[in-house]
């Protein structure tokens, strides 16, 4: 199944120069869906982990979905203010400016295997942010997943210290 | 399985006088969210539905799972500004605010049938919102599934008139 031709790019999304590339025609296709996370879970199956971390909100989508189809449990990292719990917080620059983001505390235990997942693997910043919260609370980082890479940015050579695993690598 | 026991309270939260439902010590445990996600989808999997429609950020958790899990196709609900592409919006009041929504306008062909999606069924203010968003677009709820149902707030009454799953009702 051709995956990228359910992605739709919507030039200058959110700012100006910025090609986004939105999945939400994929997510809605059942087949397209089920395929993908099929292909993720495939890549990154064999993986010795417990948990799938992911970022909100789009990560949420595609790491609950990859738990559920691993049969692995799921941890929100998310935004300032928005976790109940007593929360570890960090001040990062995300690739749409700084921003604050929190795990709850008892979300990762210490020396606990991790799988960290988001939709799209841009600049890295989000997902480094989120690897830093998990380490943080003694996790370890068994590998870092993603719907989409864009290998026209240097996502991945941020991420060289980990094992990185897409669906599809796009170019432009 | 007690999942009922997987869940926190967080009192006053996140308001005074709020007593908020942690779903997330259920998310972490790879068997709870397993369970969890089986049960809602044994409660509804018999409806006719083509997607899954649910507001973010926590209804992205329950919902992608789900449609994973039931092999149906995601669609977001989100906030003001986060969807690329051509959108529909509504002003609603929320259960803390008035707040702008917004669903894809080919998220949901007419006459598509859907199931909307979301982790609490508190007052309702959030789903009835979502609920208004597919009908415009022309698409028939199928049912309305949450994770779990607050039964002293008045949430199923506003309902009434839809399918309402949960698998947990909570009456404190």
Redo the contacts between chains.
């Keep these: 199944m051709d995956l990228v031709a359910r992605l739709?790019v919507?030039p200058d999304?959110?700012r100006p120069g910025i090609s986004?590339k939105?999945i939400?025609?994929l997510?809605?296709?059942?087949a397209a869906?089920?395929e993908a996370?099929g292909r993720l879970g495939a890549a990154c199956g064999n993986l010795d982990f417990?948990?799938v971390v992911a970022p909100?909100?789009?990560g949420?989508?595609?790491g609950?979905?990859l738990?559920?189809?691993l049969?692995?449990?799921?941890?929100?990292v998310?935004k300032a203010?928005?976790?109940?719990?007593v929360t570890l917080a960090g001040e990062y620059q995300l690739e749409y400016g700084a921003s604050r983001l929190e795990i709850?505390r008892?979300?990762v235990r210490p020396g606990q295997r991790v799988l960290a997942v988001d939709d799209v693997l841009a600049t890295g910043g989000t997902i480094l942010a989120t690897l830093d919260l998990i380490q943080r609370l003694g996790g370890v980082v068994a590998g870092v997943a993603f719907l989409i890479e864009l290998a026209y940015l240097p996502g991945r050579q941020r991420l060289g210290e980990y094992r990185v695993f897409s669906v599809l690598s796009l170019e432009t």
């Excluded at 997510?27 to 059942?30: G, H, Y």
């Excluded at 049969?71 to 929100?76: A, D, L, M, R, S």
């Design positions: 739709r919507i999304f959110p986004f939105d939400t025609p997510l809605k296709d059942a869906f089920r996370i417990e948990v909100e909100a789009r949420f989508i595609v609950s979905a738990a559920q189809a049969g692995k449990g799921f941890v929100p998310r203010g928005k976790l109940p719990a709850h008892d979300a």
